[in-house]
Structures are given as structure tokens and as C-alpha cells.
């Protein structure tokens, strides 16, 4: 992910109030504050952007913290992109949210939605939106693995 990129997941990250975030809130902080030797406390005072910043920075992150940051980067600036999905699958959803229970599309399906993206979003974007998915719910998304475009 591109350092801009993980930037702007890194502040939505910090501005997600999701009491779920919150688990994955506290373990950046301590986190940050090993690797910068703050103390917890004067991590909490930091601004969101300057917290952004050194989130962004650091190459190891938990599994938590990295999944809870690419949903929050979604839902702050890819919601046209993750709606425009959805809709061309056929899936019930409220701006990106997905509203039912996914069930996995079919091939077709899939391939003619991520070809409708990548004609309207940048590459990257989709293919950073697929990844998610097949990372967040590899059942229902396994046949997103292999539309994302290869790395050049």
C-alpha cells in the first residue's frame, strides 16, 4: 500500500468510533509508544494526524490494527467504489455496507463487476478493495483472487 494510501487508513483508522475499534486503538498506542519510547499517555495527547503519521510509518503492524485500519480507510473514502461493487453484483447494501448476508457471486458476475470498477476507479483502488474483501471473508470473496491484477 502506498505510504499516501496508508496515510489517509491510518487517520481513519484513529477517527473510527466504532466501539470495536477501540480494542485496536489501545494496541497502537502501546505499540507507538514502544517504538517512539513515549509513554501511553503522551500517545493519547499526539493529534490524530501527527498519530496518522507514525502509524503509517511502521512496517509491522497486528492483524487487528492492519484489518481495522483498511475498514475504516474503506468506509472513509471508498464508499462510491464499494457501492458501485455491490450494485453490480446484485448485493443488498446501505452506501457499501452490506446489509444481508453475503453469499459468494458468481464467476461471471464477478469478473463482468470488477471489469464495470476498473473502468470507472483507479486499479490500485479495486484491487486493494478485492484484497480486502478475500482477506476479510475468504469464503465468500475466494473468486476475487484471481481478478486482482498482477503487480508490475
Do not use: N
Amino acid at each position: 500500500m502506498p505510504v499516501d494510501k496508508r496515510v489517509l487508513a491510518a487517520d481513519a483508522f484513529w477517527r473510527d468510533e466504532e466501539d470495536e475499534a477501540r480494542v485496536q486503538h489501545v494496541e497502537a498506542i502501546v505499540a507507538l509508544a514502544g517504538r517512539l519510547k513515549f509513554r501511553p499517555k503522551s500517545i493519547q495527547t499526539l493529534s490524530i494526524e501527527r498519530r496518522a503519521k507514525q502509524l503509517a510509518q511502521m512496517t509491522q503492524v497486528s492483524d487487528g490494527i492492519a484489518t481495522r485500519a483498511l475498514i475504516a480507510y474503506h468506509f472513509a473514502h471508498a464508499r462510491p467504489l464499494m457501492s458501485a461493487f455491490l450494485d453490480a453484483i446484485g448485493m443488498a447494501h446501505d452506501d457499501g455496507l452490506i446489509t444481508e448476508e453475503p453469499k459468494a457471486p458468481d464467476p461471471a458476475t464477478l469478473a463482468a463487476a470488477v471489469e464495470t470498477l476498473r473502468s470507472s476507479f483507479p486499479v490500485e483502488d479495486v484491487d486493494l478493495y478485492l484484497r480486502t474483501l478475500a482477506t476479510l471473508d475468504g469464503d465468500t470473496w475466494a473468486g476475487v483472487e484471481g481478478l486482482i491484477a498482477p503487480k508490475a
